[in-house]
């Protein structure tokens, strides 16, 4: 069964770290797929956080909220792309969802409809 499953989530004070996991299984090779970070806060709709094209993950994306704190890399060895995400701010707390979409090389889809696969989501969580 093809998953995406993330990790790394849970509960930090403001200005903490955490960095989250995206994991490709059953089949599910991320090197031929871009990714794209999502999430989504109680009573608000989702909206994007960061996307990285496959391969070597030339191309990236950031929301505007989240630039210069979070990064996203990627490690094809380990089939897993990664959201390091700095100086959290209450405003971060959301269930955090990783998407898999199969798209040219160099391009970084932003929108969720681009994306085929889906993770179950993990909880961020920032609280003093």
């Known amino acids: 069964q093809v998953q995406l499953v993330e990790s790394g989530g849970g509960s930090v004070q403001p200005g903490g770290s955490l960095r989250l996991s995206c994991t490709g299984s059953?089949?599910?090779?991320?090197?031929?797929?871009?990714i794209g970070w999502f999430r989504q806060a109680p009573g608000k709709e989702r909206e994007g956080v960061s996307c990285i094209s496959s391969r070597s993950g030339g191309s990236t994306n950031y929301a505007d909220s989240v630039k210069g704190r979070f990064t996203i890399s990627r490690d094809n060895a380990k089939n897993t792309v990664y959201l390091q995400m700095n100086s959290l701010k209450p405003e971060d707390t959301a269930v955090y969802y990783c998407a898999a979409g199969l798209w040219a090389s160099d391009y970084a889809p932003w929108l969720d409809y681009e994306y085929d696969y889906w993770g179950q989501g993990t909880q961020v969580t920032v609280s003093s």
């Open positions: 059953g089949g599910l090779t991320l090197d031929y797929y871009a």
